[in-house]
């Protein structure tokens, strides 16, 4: 067994589960467990490419700052590595936010910086913008900005996409992810371009956002609402190549948090909303296919900061995606 000297490098070569007890019809599927990074989410692989690449261009000095704004996987990524390497973090955060996940920022020691959740781009609170107006007037603090930065999705290109393929025995079919960022998606869409043109791309998208019908009409609807976290936009994210991608799957809230619970009982893995959601759509591409083939999708992040959320069945019912039986025993349902 390998002794390991930082937990930077325990992120990444995570492993893969085939899953036998759910029903596939005629296709294999596979899920690749990136919540078994330390940060708990695959964007720990991002926020180590986006830190290592700012220090070999120079961008990122011994000892400075970074800001990103944030509240989500990436900024728990970002205060892991961070706090390892001796940066000062700053993330500016919606005050919407949950407090645990502003806890576990603070806890890893990042500074915590609450702006109004209710203003739009363009004004001078909305998170982005004072994350960037912050990171100006701070000398040689760094913006990382997930969103446009290239060592996103170079993260998935260099690491999560060989690393799957070689999983697999070099023999992929179909990738079905889901989109936030786009990093994921545009890496491995770069890799998989080179190595294995055949494979397809499949996007599961919340209900509500707009990507599916970029796909499906090549045209934009109107944004809604959807609880389903991390996954899912009301624009293009640029660093992917939405148009490349031939099929898509609009997934409802209900069926993301039924199959997000039914994969923990039933293949006894505890994964976040986002997985519900790609394997739900994996479900679907799968139970439609006529031939046999090899499809494999990804638990996003951890189930554990969605207990007392999508796990538990008061939070459920007061969504409406649950009902209590109207005569009998109630005492299951009592939270
Ligand atoms: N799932 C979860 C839980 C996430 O936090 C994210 C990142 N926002 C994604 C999926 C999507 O990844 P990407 O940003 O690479 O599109």
Known sequence: MT?????TDLIGHTPVIQLHKLDTGVCELFLKLENQNPGGSIKDRVALSMITEAEKSGRLKPGGTLIEATAGNTGLGLALIAAQKGYSLILVVPDKMSREKIF?????????????????KGHPAYYQDYAL???K??????YIDQFNNDANPLAHASTTAPELFDQLGGQVDAVVVGVGSGGTLGGLQAWFRQHSPATEFVLADPAGSILADRVETGRYGNPGAWLVEGIGEDFIPPLAHIEQVRTAFRIGD???FATARELLKVEGILAGSSTGTLLAAALRYCRAQTTPKRVVTFACDSGNKYLSKMFNDDWMRQQGLLS?????????FIA
């Open 3 to 7: 002794i390991y000297h930082s937990v």
């Open 104 to 120: 576990h920022l603070r806890a890893l020691g990042a500074q915590v910086v609450l702006t109004r959740s209710d203003v739009g």
């Open 133 to 135: 107006r912050l990171s």
């Open 137 to 142: 007037s701070i000398p040689d603090a760094l």
């Open 254 to 256: 209900g069926e993301a």
């Open 324 to 332: 209590r039986p109207a005569v009998g025993d109630l005492s299951d």
